[in-house]
């Protein structure tokens, strides 16, 4: 059975083992070996060349690389799944290939929340920043947490402040939430999330649902990794 986690996966790193373009001895290494998602789903990848000496060079934007079956590209280091089931990634450097095994899981059916979902899409747009909204007074009345230290106080913001009208859960596309970030209405901090992107769609989505402050099982934040752990370049 394949398991996969409640979370949303937003980036993989993927590192290609091996010498300097062109050179001897260079070998392809995948990390992870095998991509695992879910429909829908966007992961972003890094491509790393290394060289027999260990040294290393970012490669991605040179490299070939090829979706079959489950997912596609969807710009430069990044993919998208598209149907449950197993494909290839296929990657090409200097005549050397490597195929990455793709795993597609069905769609999450769980229904977004305030704090697991809500919160982080605001924080990656800057809403919660000491410049924008998180400043002391706020802005035009709009006034959050600085990073999103007080979820609950943010909650009440957005979604009981200003007598409601931030929000719309009856037409989610036309809450004033949505339409100042995606600068469909005037907004001093110009478009933070594009009309249909993950971010928006993440919005629309927790308030045409109720906008639910916490799950039962919320997943919390255990730890942080960056992938690949560390690197090694040569100087200029």
Same mark, same amino acid.
């Given at each position: /059975? +394949? ?15 091996? &010498?300097?373009?062109?050179?001897? @001895?260079? #070998?392809?290494?995948?990390? *992870? &070996? $095998?991509?695992?998602? !879910? ?7 890094? +491509? ?7 040294? $290393? ?9 090829? /979706? #079959?079956?489950?997912? @596609?590209?969807?710009?430069? @280091?990044?993919? =998208? ?7 290839? /990634? ?6 050397q290939r490597l195929a990455v095994p793709v795993v597609v899981g069905p769609a999450a059916e769980r229904v977004p929340t305030f704090a697991g979902d809500v919160l982080p899409v605001l924080g990656k747009a800057g809403?919660? &920043?000491?410049?924008?909204?998180? !400043? #002391? ?20 913001? +957005? ?9 719309? *859960? ?20 110009? $478009? ?14 927790? +308030?045409?649902?109720? /906008? ?10 255990? =730890?942080?990794?960056?992938? *690949? &752990? ?7």
């Amino acid at each position: /059975m +394949i398991r996969f986690s409640r979370l949303p996966v937003y980036a993989v790193g993927l590192c290609l083992g091996g &010498a300097g373009l062109g050179d001897a @001895g260079a #070998a392809l290494v995948a990390e *992870p &070996a $095998e991509l695992r998602l !879910r429909v829908g789903e966007r992961v972003s990848f890094l +491509i790393t060349e290394r060289g027999a000496d260990g040294f $290393e060079r970012d490669v991605t934007e040179v490299v070939a690389v090829k /979706m #079959a079956g489950v997912a @596609g590209l969807e710009g430069v @280091g990044a993919v =998208r799944a598209g149907q449950v089931g197993e494909g290839v /990634m296929e990657v090409e450097l200097e005549g050397q290939r490597l195929a990455v095994p793709v795993v597609v899981g069905p769609a999450a059916e769980r229904v977004p929340t305030f704090a697991g979902d809500v919160l982080p899409v605001l924080g990656k747009a800057g809403c919660s &920043a000491a410049a924008c909204h998180a !400043r #002391a007074d706020g802005q035009n009345g709009f006034r959050l947490s600085v990073f999103s230290f007080d979820p609950k106080s943010d909650y009440h913001q +957005i979604v009981r402040g200003a007598r409601g009208r931030r929000v719309f *859960p009856s037409d989610p596309g036309e809450s004033l939430l949505l339409l100042k970030a995606s600068g469909v209405v005037p907004h001093e901090g110009g $478009e933070r999330l594009a009309k249909e992107s993950d971010g928006w769609k993440v919005l629309r989505d927790g +308030i045409g649902t109720g /906008m639910v402050y916490a799950g039962e099982r919320e997943p919390t934040l255990e =730890r942080l990794e960056v992938i *690949p &752990a560390e690197r090694r370049y040569r100087k200029g």
